[in-house]
């Protein structure tokens, strides 16, 4: 699997968290009413922020970019809307038409279709291009688990991944896991699993993300934090709701161009920071807002240092990119 170079944030549209979350169950109540599945979602460029990105931070997403008029991806389809079944949850197909969301298929540098991707813990991955037979679309799926696994997701359901460890890919090569952490990897919520599985409140604020509400998650992390001042998994997760329900709400194209219209507004600079952040651009994220800290001064540094530590909060503890960005910014302010 490969990560999209260059990876950019989708077009959104102005739509609060909670707007997102209304719409979203509108559209699931539709889904259910025509015989939809829980396990297939239809995604749009209004609600890829919260129903694949967020939503990836406790199941894996796989993301099957296709077009009706398009033959190989009829043929591609079926085939992942039945895997996704069988996997009863253990993974999320997020659909994508890419004529009706032609901003999202243009972020996500779509060059030919089916395009299939996986989104893990925040990070886009690239899966395969055309359609494959089944025995090795379940090598894909197989991976995409066992790497899921890895950043703390194991299978809800219990049903082990396809494919062996070792097992040969697709082209006849060995195919090794992506290491988690690797660069441009984005944090997963499903960290410090031991502590979250015995903490009953930390499992109903994975489901609340799972179901896309944002709101409740962060009501509940508060709540937990409230009560236990400090909390480490509740501090870093409700850093990170915070980060997608702002994201939620930006119109990337604006927020680029603003951010570059305006080098010197750490506001600006830190909603680019928050589009990177939220796409696995972790250092590009972290460069923009020390870039802010070293090109301002008085409550504008401030501003900017601020928004970067808690950019820091999200990250596991010990991360390497975090602590290389901290001792850069102790050079800028001292």
Same mark, same amino acid.
């Given at each position: 699997m490969q990560q999209p170079r260059d990876f950019s944030m989708y077009g959104a549209v102005d739509l609060? &968290?909670?707007? &997102? #979350? =209304?719409?979203r169950r509108q559209q699931a109540a539709q889904s259910q009413a025509g015989g939809?599945?829980?396990? =297939?979602?239809? =995604?749009?460029?209004?609600?890829?922020t919260t129903d694949v990105v967020a939503r990836s931070q406790t199941v894996p997403v796989v993301i099957d970019l296709w077009a009706e008029w398009c033959g190989p991806c009829k043929q591609l389809s079926p085939v992942l809307e039945k895997l996704a079944e069988e996997a009863g949850g253990d993974w999320i197909l997020a659909k994508v038409d =890419?004529? #009706?969301? %032609? /901003?999202l298929g243009a972020a996500l540098q779509v060059q030919s279709i089916p395009m299939v991707l996986a989104a893990i813990g925040g990070q886009l991955l690239q899966l395969f291009m055309g359609a494959l037979p089944e025995p090795q679309v379940r090598q894909y799926i197989g991976e995409v688990l066992r790497v899921a696994e890895e950043m703390g997701m194991p299978p809800r359901t219990g049903v082990p991944a396809a494919a062996d460890e $070792?097992?040969?890919?697709?082209?006849? /090569? %060995?195919? #090794? &896991?992506? /290491? %988690? $952490?690797?660069?441009g990897a984005g944090p997963a919520m499903a960290g410090a699993p031991d502590e979250v599985l015995a903490d009953p409140r930390l499992r109903e604020v994975q489901e609340a993300v799972t179901a896309g509400d944002l709101d409740s998650a962060a009501q509940s992390l508060e709540q937990i934090l409230a009560a236990s001042p400090g909390h480490p998994v509740a501090k870093a997760w409700l850093a990170q709701v915070d980060l997608f329900r702002r994201v939620s709400s930006y119109d990337p194209a604006k927020v680029r161009r603003e951010a570059d219209e305006r080098p010197g507004d750490p506001e600006a600079q830190a909603r680019a920071a928050d589009v990177e952040f939220a796409t696995g651009q972790i250092d590009a994220s972290f460069d923009r807002m020390l870039g802010a800290v070293g090109c301002t001064t008085g409550d504008d540094r401030d501003r900017a240092r601020k928004h970067l530590l808690g950019l820091f909060d999200i990250m596991p503890p010990g991360d390497p990119t975090v602590a290389r960005a901290r001792t850069r910014l102790s050079s800028l302010l001292f």
């Open positions: 609060g &968290a909670r707007q &997102a #979350a =209304v719409k939809g599945s829980e396990f =297939v979602i239809d =995604v749009t460029d209004a609600t890829f =890419v004529d #009706a969301n %032609p /901003q $070792g097992e040969d890919g697709p082209d006849g /090569q %060995p195919e #090794a &896991a992506a /290491q %988690p $952490g690797a660069p």
